[in-house]
């Protein structure tokens, strides 16, 4: 369990070193302190997102591709305010029932016959996201399983870029055939997320068909990969600090929504991301100069211990009330879409396990493997086992 | 704690149906905005008559869930 230890020393000896640094690629520099990314973050004037995030380049992005994440004010807004209804927490609550059903369905197979051990990635935090997200979509059952299957294929991606790129447009052409359908179909034919994107005005016009793909490409990436890492990092975590997990058990209900955002902050699903500098500017002290790629490390930020007592602990008991809000999420306008989805699938899904397998744990001797690249972070898979007799599907 | 305030012709509303407990409107605003129950309130005693709404507004425009509505006609 050495892999997660050593990032977080790395990540603060470089913020101690200078939290503005900049990297072996001429033109990037990664800021590490929580007051710098947060300044990187809020800054929408100087730092751009229309570049991309992940590794942005040269030229912005193609106008149609510059959705949501890969926008900026006010386009940004207005895209935004499409969904912010939608996806907002009361409006989250009417998934809830669907959610434990499906987990509920999951957890019938881990428990099957006299099994005792299951792979938590493969078989409850990969598939449990991508049928909430197919379902917030609307999309057919007999797409489902083509649709999980394609949303795993961004975070290979993003680890091997132009490996996956045929496949990837197979997919995008899936969605916007499905787009195509559903703007055919009406504004009242179905209530689902497409319709609702298809449909809703901006400045009195409507979204591009590609327009609309596009963000059910980006919400399903975004939605699904992220939200199984966030599951199994916290599962990690909660074997690496074995006296935690014991106040957890010992009080699942009462602390499963702290535990989440701990794990959000301690060993969130993605490292950070990147800004293009459209002008230069001062950031905590530094000059950038115009044309920057500024990478902001929300996993150092997460563990600054200006903001954050015990930073590299995972403790169960943190009061968020008082606790100044992690990155997980990131921050400012781009503000996770999907946060509180994510939210209530992290709580319905692990409640559920933990409260079902007596003796949940990683399987001793199981050693993860880390997803490649420098954005996601997690593990491809992680082998648990459990006790009998006591669980329950 | 309301949901919504007013003075005059200036009024400030937060909408629970949107809000979304990132409690940014706090941090920019802490006399005006406060968080309890993952939802934004706004303080009862804030003097919004004598307020300057351009901090007001940039204290709502701050809510990456629109959920904050500032008058001032």
């Known amino acids: 369990m050495g892999e997660t230890r050593e990032l977080w020393s790395e990540l603060a000896s470089e913020r101690e070193r200078c939290p503005v640094t900049k990297l072996a690629d001429m033109n990037a520099t990664r800021v590490t302190s929580y007051a710098g990314v947060k300044q990187l973050l809020r800054d929408t004037a100087s730092f751009s997102n229309r570049f991309g995030t992940v590794d942005p380049g040269d030229e912005e992005l193609p106008r149609d591709d510059q959705i949501l994440a890969f926008a900026d004010p006010p386009r940004h807004g207005r895209q935004r305010k499409l969904l912010v209804a939608a996806l907002s927490a009361s409006r989250v609550e009417h998934l809830r029932s669907s959610m434990q059903a499906t987990v509920d369905r999951l957890m019938h197979t881990i428990v099957a016959g006299d099994r005792t051990e299951f792979g938590l990635v493969a078989e409850l935090a990969s598939p449990f996201p991508a049928h909430v997200t197919a379902e917030l979509m609307g999309v057919p059952h007999e797409l489902r399983d083509k649709f999980v299957h394609f949303s795993h294929l961004a975070e290979l991606a993003s680890g091997m870029p132009g490996v996956y790129d045929e ?19 009406g504004p009242e034919a179905n209530d689902d997320l497409i319709t609702t994107m298809c449909f809703a005005e901006v400045d009195g016009e409507h979204l591009s068909e590609r327009e609309v793909a596009q963000m059910v490409v980006l919400v399903n990436e975004a939605g699904n990969t992220t939200t199984t890492t966030l599951i199994t990092n916290i599962a990690y975590a909660l074997d690496e600090f074995p006296a935690q997990k ?9 602390l499963v929504e702290s535990v989440i955002e701990e794990g959000l902050r301690y060993d969130g699903p993605i490292q950070g991301l990147g800004r293009k500098a459209l002008c230069p500017a001062d950031l905590a002290g530094y000059h950038i100069p115009k044309g920057e790629k500024v990478f902001g490390s929300y996993a150092a930020a997460n563990h600054d211990p200006d903001v954050y007592d015990r930073p590299d602990e995972f403790v169960v008991g943190r009061d968020w009330r008082q606790t100044p809000s992690h990155m997980g999420f990131g921050h400012g306008i781009h503000h996770c879409l999907g946060a509180n989805v994510a939210r209530m699938e992290a709580k319905v899904a692990l409640t ?23 954005i996601f972070r997690g593990w491809t898979e992680l082998q648990m086992c459990f006790d009998r007799p006591g669980a329950e599907a | 704690m309301k949901t919504e305030i007013s003075a005059g012709e200036r009024s400030v509303r937060v909408d629970h149906l949107r809000c979304s407990g990132t409690a940014y409107c706090r941090d920019a605003l802490p006399q005006l905005f406060t968080v309890e129950d993952k939802r934004a309130w706004l303080r009862a005693d804030y003097d919004l008559a004598s307020a300057d709404m351009e901090v007001v507004e940039e204290a709502a425009a701050s809510c990456p869930w629109f959920a904050i509505t500032v008058d001032d006609t």
């Open chain 1, 167 to 185: 496949e990837l447009r197979e997919w995008s052409d899936i969605i916007e055939e499905l787009v195509r359908e559903r703007r055919a179909a």
């Open chain 1, 246 to 254: 014991v106040l957890f058990l010992a009080d699942i209900d009462e």
């Open chain 1, 352 to 374: 559920s396990l933990y409260k079902r397998l007596p003796g949940l744990r990683v399987k001793p001797g199981f050693e993860p493997v880390a997803v490649p690249g420098q």
